[in-house]
């Protein structure tokens, strides 16, 4: 039996091999892509589960609340751990990860060339391989961060130190402070789907000497949390256990400060697990956005019912040319059960050509394009090692084969055997419906994804060139990255200066948006003082010039910062002073100088300072977030980065001489660099990200609609041969039949534009919400979409329009 129906499924194949090709093409496609959506959201929605204890492990973070103060941190105090796990019997273990942020490493003996600039070395507790699952390539986990000044580095970095030898018991010394570091261990590289990265773990969590005050410990210490924590409990254990025991914890540790200050901290528990997704932490790693998981979800499932729509609107079409078949199989005893088991095998059979084309290709995109570049990710195809895969490719095989021969599978064998020799399905209003709402529905969701497209570009365009207050062309930031350059930072200014190709230098130890802090203040506001949290920078000379940083009420800092440092002296933005009341521009005669009479002190400082001048409100961060009320602090000693402001013209000429010159005052460090507006870009990265992959998927999208188009137009043209020709003898022009083939199509494609439009519209609006200053929604490209869907639509169906059209008339009337 089943050998009949597949040479019933290869007759019929070979038959119309032309739509065969079409279906296989748009099946194979829409597989491809779902394979590769599968790998994506694997790779997202199992962040942190390679760790075999990830049920069992929770991150410990900081919520501080108090007057004029509120801030969330991913990270905890590094008192909390070991104070915890002695209060908490439950907890089975406790690690502290600590970055250790800009680190030179050298391999000794081995000559300058192994001086390597490190930026993902972190401290760790040695209980860390205990709590999180890192494959040992050498060493032994329950020891290797035993002994301080232990290093343990992952199978890249061994590689880059020691190239082919045993990097077991090999030393490493970190450039800075001299010291020696013993390789006790190599680790498998750890995967992209993992927020807890490094490249180098080293022993030993320094504790904090001011956190114990006379054998007594300091409240204070709580309050200042600076490392990420991470607590082993049994399986199954209740979170509500601990904050039930939390209480008597709180009073004795925490609230002696908070008291102090009228504020209040409170401690949650995240899952490891949930970190990636549902964390909302600042000072966290990188995050994940569960709307583009679900964005990508929807639209593999939009391709999949794109290609299954296709399958179904030839099918029907065709059906036609296969009821004679129909009804001389029944006549000869097939049973309505076989029938539609033939035809659902059918469809299956061509699903499963279109899977083995569709893994070729997902070979292709992976491994022969920069598709992994894009995404940042680590995709392969491997079907043996991920069974999730395997099964997932056989499951979308089989969904897009039952589903796709559903409709004709069903319908057409119930069709009788006498209408069925007659070809009665043929001109059926029925069929004709159903290809027209089929054809709608495509059109409907591959305008809609492009219009989706188009805004989302035009959004990442507007955030790109929106104005920040600041300008962050040819700015130069150069890391200092030691003591003895920071000593020299007056020199190094002015020998800088004196080149034509700089403008104007300065030094922060902060940058828009790639690290701004947050710091607690005390603010005078009707004569009392109170706690404020503001961004903060503390900055050197000529902060505001170089940064062209409008002054728009009172005075910079002084040339000589030290009659401004310590206190004395505060610049603030517009929304701080309209945050703390001294300046509304909605008050008629409010003027920002009266702000100037303002007062601020740091939180443990003794005396007030001045606000001596008010600057044009300016981003910070990207521009996902509003302008926050900032404020600049002068500092003497501010290292952190270099900044330069250079001409448009002739930088390569600059950047030589800059390096040459920074190279002198630092022959111990590599010259290294970024340009602000690149880094700044960096902020949108996640989201042009998106958009390109969205960019493509509605290419897909449109593209396999197409297919479906090309194949209605082709039988289209064949199904009216005869009525073009009459209508060619009668005096019809070639425009006039093209017209005639297209009408019904270009109704349908308006029709799915309007559909498509208020879609569209819904999904771009949740979109723009994640964005505090967004793009107007234009119209304008709503039509464009629509114009260009019509115009493709209309160049797809060309080719057999005009081909029927310009046929002889005499061939056209024998046509049978």
Same mark, same amino acid.
């Given at each position: 039996?089943?050998?009949?129906?597949?040479?019933?499924?290869?007759?019929?194949?070979?038959?119309?091999?032309?739509?065969?090709?079409?279906?296989?093409?748009?099946?194979?496609?829409?597989?491809?892509?779902? #394979?590769?959506?599968?790998?994506?959201?694997?790779?997202?929605?199992?962040?942190?589960?390679?760790?075999?204890?990830?049920?069992?492990?929770?991150?410990?973070?900081?919520?501080?609340?108090?007057?004029?103060?509120?801030?969330?941190?991913?990270? $905890?105090?590094?008192?909390?751990?070991?104070?915890?796990?002695?209060?908490?019997?439950?907890?089975?273990?406790?690690?502290?990860?600590?970055?250790?942020?800009?680190?030179?490493?050298?391999?000794?003996?081995?000559?300058?060339?192994?001086?390597?600039?490190?930026?993902?070395?972190?401290?760790?507790?040695?209980?860390?391989?205990?709590?999180?699952?890192?494959?040992?390539?050498?060493?032994?986990?329950?020891?290797?961060?035993?002994?301080?000044?232990?290093?343990?580095?992952?199978?890249?970095?061994?590689?880059?130190?020691?190239?082919?030898?045993?990097?077991?018991?090999?030393?490493?010394?970190?450039?800075?402070?001299?010291?020696?570091?013993?390789?006790?261990?190599?680790?498998?590289?750890?995967?992209?789907?993992?927020?807890?990265?490094? *490249?180098?773990?080293?022993?030993?969590?320094?504790?904090?000497?001011?956190?114990?005050?006379?054998?007594?410990?300091?409240?204070?210490?709580?309050?200042?949390?600076?490392?990420?924590?991470?607590?082993?409990?049994?399986?199954?254990? *209740?979170?509500?256990?601990?904050?039930?025991?939390?209480?008597?914890?709180?009073?004795?540790?925490?609230?002696?400060?908070?008291? +102090?200050?009228?504020?209040?901290?409170?401690?949650?528990?995240?899952?490891?697990?949930?970190?990636?997704?549902?964390?909302?932490?600042?000072?966290?790693?990188?995050?994940?956005?569960?709307?583009?998981?679900?964005?990508?979800?929807?639209?593999?499932?939009?391709?999949?019912?794109?290609?299954?729509?296709?399958?179904?609107?030839?099918?029907?079409?065709?059906?036609?040319?296969?009821?004679?078949? #129909?009804?001389?199989?029944?006549?000869?005893?097939?049973?309505?059960?076989?029938?539609?088991?033939?035809?659902?095998?059918?469809?299956?059979?061509?699903?499963?050509?279109?899977?083995?084309?569709?893994?070729?290709?997902?070979?292709?995109?992976?491994?022969?394009? =920069?598709?992994? *570049?894009?995404?940042?990710?680590?995709?392969?195809?491997?079907?043996?090692?991920?069974?999730?895969?395997? &099964?997932?490719?056989?499951?979308?095989?089989?969904?897009?084969?039952?589903?796709?021969?559903?409709? =004709?599978?069903?319908?057409?064998? /119930?069709?009788?055997?006498?209408?069925?020799?007659?070809?009665?399905?043929?001109?059926?209003?029925?069929?004709?419906?159903?290809?027209?709402?089929?054809?709608?529905?495509?059109?409907?969701?591959?305008?809609?994804?492009?219009?989706?497209?188009?805004?989302?570009?035009?959004?990442?365009?507007?955030?790109?060139?929106?104005?920040?207050?600041?300008?962050?062309?040819?700015?130069?930031?150069?890391? #200092?990255?030691?003591?003895?350059?920071?000593?020299?930072?007056?020199?190094?200014?002015?020998?800088?200066?004196?080149?034509?190709?700089?403008?104007?230098?300065?030094?922060?130890?902060?940058?828009?948006?790639?690290?701004?802090?947050?710091?607690?203040?005390?603010?005078?506001?009707?004569?009392?003082?109170?706690?404020?949290?503001?961004?903060?920078?503390?900055?050197?000379?000529?902060?505001?010039?170089?940064?062209?940083?409008?002054?728009?009420?009172?005075?910079?800092?002084?040339?000589?910062?030290? $009659?401004?440092?310590?206190?004395?002296?505060?610049?603030?933005?517009?929304? $701080?002073?309209?945050?703390?009341?001294?300046?509304?521009?909605?008050?008629?005669? /409010? +003027?920002?100088?009266?702000?100037?009479?303002?007062?601020?002190?740091?939180?443990?400082?003794?005396?007030?300072?001045?606000?001596?001048?008010?600057?044009?409100?300016?981003?910070?961060?990207?521009?996902?977030?509003?302008?926050? =009320?900032?404020?600049?602090?002068?500092?003497?000693?501010?290292?952190?980065?270099?900044? /330069?402001?250079?001409?448009?013209?002739?930088?390569?000429?600059?950047?030589?001489?800059?390096?040459?010159?920074?190279?002198?005052?630092?022959?111990?460090?590599?010259?290294?660099?970024?340009?602000?507006?690149?880094?700044?870009?960096?902020?949108?990265?996640?989201?042009?990200?998106?958009?390109?992959?969205?960019?493509?998927?509605?290419?897909?999208? &449109?593209?396999?609609?197409?297919?479906?188009?090309?194949?209605?137009?082709?039988?289209?043209?064949?199904?009216?041969?005869?009525?073009?020709?009459?209508?060619?003898?009668?005096?019809?022009?070639?425009?006039?039949?093209?017209?005639?083939?297209?009408?019904?199509?270009?109704?349908?494609?308006?029709?799915?534009?309007?559909?498509?439009?208020?879609? /569209?519209?819904?999904? #771009?609006?949740?979109?723009?919400? *994640?964005?505090?200053?967004?793009?107007?929604?234009?119209?304008?490209?709503?039509?464009?979409?629509?114009?260009?869907?019509?115009?493709?639509?209309?160049?797809?169906?060309?080719?057999?329009?005009?081909?029927?059209?310009?046929?002889?008339?005499?061939?056209?009337?024998?046509?049978?």
């Amino acid at each position: 039996m089943l050998r009949t129906y597949f040479k019933f499924a290869v007759r019929s194949f070979w038959r119309d091999k032309f739509y065969t090709l079409l279906n296989i093409i748009g099946l194979a496609i829409g597989i491809a892509v779902s #394979i590769i959506i599968l790998l994506y959201l694997q790779n997202d929605l199992t962040y942190d589960q390679h760790h075999t204890q990830h049920e069992q492990i929770y991150r410990l973070v900081t919520n501080v609340k108090g007057p004029g103060v509120e801030f969330h941190t991913a990270n $905890a105090a590094r008192e909390m751990g070991p104070m915890l796990s002695e209060d908490y019997p439950e907890i089975l273990s406790f690690v502290r990860l600590e970055g250790m942020g800009r680190t030179l490493v050298t391999v000794p003996n081995a000559g300058k060339e192994s001086l390597y600039n490190e930026e993902d070395w972190a401290r760790a507790d040695s209980t860390a391989f205990n709590i999180f699952t890192h494959p040992f390539l050498a060493g032994d986990p329950t020891t290797a961060l035993r002994e301080k000044n232990s290093v343990v580095l992952t199978e890249t970095l061994a590689q880059k130190y020691f190239n082919e030898e045993e990097a077991l018991g090999k030393t490493l010394l970190l450039y800075e402070n001299k010291e020696n570091f013993t390789v006790t261990g190599v680790i498998e590289d750890l995967p992209d789907n993992s927020h807890v990265k490094f *490249d180098a773990l080293i022993s030993f969590i320094e504790p904090r000497e001011w956190a114990t005050q006379d054998g007594e410990f300091n409240s204070e210490a709580i309050w200042n949390p600076d490392v990420f924590t991470y607590l082993l409990f049994p399986k199954g254990y *209740d979170k509500a256990d601990f904050f039930g025991k939390l209480p008597p914890f709180y009073d004795k540790y925490i609230k002696p400060f908070g008291d +102090k200050v009228s504020s209040e901290l409170w401690f949650y528990l995240e899952p490891l697990a949930d970190v990636h997704f549902h964390s909302e932490q600042g000072g966290d790693q990188p995050q994940g956005n569960i709307a583009y998981v679900y964005a990508f979800g929807g639209i593999g499932l939009f391709i999949l019912l794109l290609a299954c729509i296709n399958y179904m609107n030839l099918a029907t079409a065709r059906s036609g040319n296969r009821m004679k078949e #129909i009804g001389m199989r029944k006549v000869l005893g097939s049973s309505r059960q076989s029938l539609i088991l033939s035809f659902l095998g059918e469809s299956v059979l061509l699903s499963i050509l279109a899977l083995l084309i569709a893994l070729g290709l997902v070979a292709i995109v992976l491994y022969a394009t =920069p598709f992994n *570049d894009l995404v940042e990710k680590e995709l392969s195809l491997n079907l043996l090692k991920n069974s999730t895969l395997l &099964l997932g490719a056989i499951g979308i095989t089989l969904f897009i084969g039952i589903v796709s021969g559903l409709y =004709p599978a069903f319908y057409l064998p /119930a069709i009788s055997s006498v209408r069925s020799l007659k070809g009665a399905f043929k001109s059926s209003s029925s069929g004709i419906l159903l290809r027209r709402t089929l054809v709608t529905l495509q059109f409907t969701i591959s305008i809609a994804v492009v219009i989706c497209t188009l805004l989302m570009q035009d959004q990442i365009s507007y955030v790109r060139n929106q104005e920040l207050g600041f300008n962050r062309e040819h700015l130069l930031l150069v890391p #200092i990255q030691d003591t003895l350059v920071r000593n020299q930072l007056p020199y190094i200014k002015n020998d800088l200066e004196q080149y034509d190709g700089v403008v104007a230098t300065t030094v922060s130890y902060n940058v828009p948006g790639l690290s701004v802090g947050n710091q607690v203040f005390q603010v005078e506001v009707d004569s009392s003082l109170t706690n404020q949290a503001f961004r903060t920078f503390f900055v050197g000379e000529d902060y505001l010039q170089t940064m062209d940083i409008q002054l728009l009420a009172g005075r910079d800092f002084r040339e000589d910062l030290s $009659a401004d440092t310590d206190g004395k002296s505060f610049i603030i933005n517009e929304a $701080a002073a309209q945050l703390l009341g001294w300046y509304n521009p909605e008050q008629e005669g /409010a +003027k920002l100088e009266d702000a100037l009479s303002g007062k601020i002190k740091f939180f443990h400082g003794e005396e007030l300072g001045d606000v001596v001048g008010i600057v044009q409100d300016f981003n910070v961060s990207s521009l996902h977030n509003t302008i926050e =009320p900032t404020i600049i602090v002068p500092a003497n000693q501010a290292g952190g980065v270099f900044y /330069a402001r250079l001409k448009g013209e002739n930088i390569p000429e600059t950047m030589n001489f800059i390096e040459d010159k920074w190279s002198g005052y630092d022959p111990n460090h590599p010259f290294e660099y970024e340009f602000l507006d690149e880094s700044f870009d960096e902020l949108y990265r996640a989201d042009e990200r998106q958009s390109s992959l969205i960019s493509i998927l509605s290419g897909i999208c &449109l593209f396999i609609s197409l297919l479906g188009v090309l194949g209605l137009s082709a039988f289209t043209a064949e199904q009216r041969t005869k009525e073009v020709g009459v209508r060619k003898v009668l005096g019809a022009t070639v425009p006039q039949i093209v017209y005639l083939l297209f009408k019904d199509v270009m109704v349908l494609v308006g029709i799915a534009s309007l559909l498509a439009a208020p879609l /569209a519209y819904w999904l #771009i609006d949740r979109w723009l919400q *994640d964005f505090a200053y967004r793009v107007d929604i234009d119209i304008l490209l709503f039509v464009l979409a629509s114009v260009a869907a019509l115009l493709i639509a209309f160049a797809t169906m060309s080719f057999h329009s005009v081909k029927a059209a310009r046929r002889n008339p005499v061939v056209s009337l024998r046509y049978e």
